[in-house]
């Protein structure tokens, strides 16, 4: 040891090695967040700056100031989308996940930021109903295509915590085209045995099964085409406001089609509980 005398670190030095180790320890991110102190959870995430750039290009969409309402961020990963709602002057804001190290990232993100407020909880997009409570914003960005029973999840926020808004995103492949099918069809074409043919029509609604992997992730279950990814919105209750970005949509929270024909048609756990009541 020299001679010298060791001096002490400065304060902000040492946060921010903290800061970084305990990042790592908790790595790889999903999400890149700015942690402060120059500490970045995702620098080089394949899609570059995730979430923040394709935030940027729907942000707007959003109000500026949320007043007090509340949040549910279903999916919420390291809590990207959370922790921006805040700063938008959100109250009460929960992220739920699967994923325990996803939420101790989340955790920790906004722990650092100042928002250490927001409440993460383990609970599966199927268990919603658990909370029982309705938000005034529910986000559920990138979660529906990873999904094994996408319609249903859509079901279940409806009925259980969707309270105004939705904010949502899928991955979406094949057709941007909307085409929009008759009311009602019948089984053949008229005069023929032919099946009518508007199944085939690119911008027909179609939900892409994916057996096997895609990009390398077989978490990857379904890619709707943006006519499908819009009818199951409607189908679930959802009316579409706006479309800020291709795979992006607003949605306000509208009558469930086909719910004035029983909960049959719309929730068969629910019915089934009631035969069981009668
Ligand atoms: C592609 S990431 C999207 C993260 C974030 N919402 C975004 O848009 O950046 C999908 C997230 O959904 C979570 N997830 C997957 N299945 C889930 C489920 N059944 N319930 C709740 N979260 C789920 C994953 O753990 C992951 O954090």
């Known amino acids: 040891m020299s001679g010298r005398a060791k001096r002490a670190e400065p304060a902000a030095r040492q946060e921010a090695r903290d800061l970084r180790q305990r990042a790592e320890a908790l790595g790889p991110w999903f999400q890149n967040i700015d942690l402060g102190h120059g500490v970045l959870t995702a620098p080089d995430h394949f899609l570059g700056d995730y979430p923040a750039f394709k935030f940027r290009r729907f942000a707007d969409a959003l109000p500026a ?8 961020d279903i999916g919420c990963n390291a809590g990207f989308y959370s922790i921006e709602m805040k700063r938008r002057g959100a109250g009460r804001v929960i992220g739920i996940d699967s994923d325990e190290r996803y939420l101790a990232q989340a955790r920790l993100a906004s722990e650092a930021l100042g928002f250490a407020d927001i409440e993460y909880r383990r609970l599966s997009v199927y268990d919603v109903a658990a909370l029982g409570e309705r ?26 915590v969707a309270g105004g808004r939705m904010l949502f995103q899928t991955m979406q492949q ?32 179609k939900l892409h099964f994916i057996e096997r992997e895609f990009a390398g992730d077989w978490s990857n279950w379904w890619a709707p085409n943006a006519a499908a990814s819009q009818a199951m919105l409607r189908a679930a209750g959802f009316a579409i406001e706006a479309q800020p970005e291709a795979e992006v949509y607003l ?22 509980q009631g035969e069981q009541d009668a």
Request: net charge negative; with cysteine.
């Open 65 to 72: 100031d949320l007043a007090g309402g509340s949040v549910l």
């Open 135 to 160: 938000f005034d914003l529910v986000i559920f960005m990138g979660v529906l295509y990873h999904l094994r029973h996408p319609l249903l999840a859509l079901d279940l926020i409806r009925e259980h």
């Open 174 to 205: 094949g057709s941007d085209a909307v085409f929009t099918p008759p009311a009602d069809h019948p089984f053949h074409k008229p005069g023929t045995f032919d099946p009518p043919d508007y199944f085939d029509e690119p911008g027909y609604p």
């Open 251 to 272: 949605c306000r929270v509208a009558e469930v089609p086909y719910a004035e024909m029983g909960a049959a048609a719309v929730y068969p756990a629910r019915s089934q």
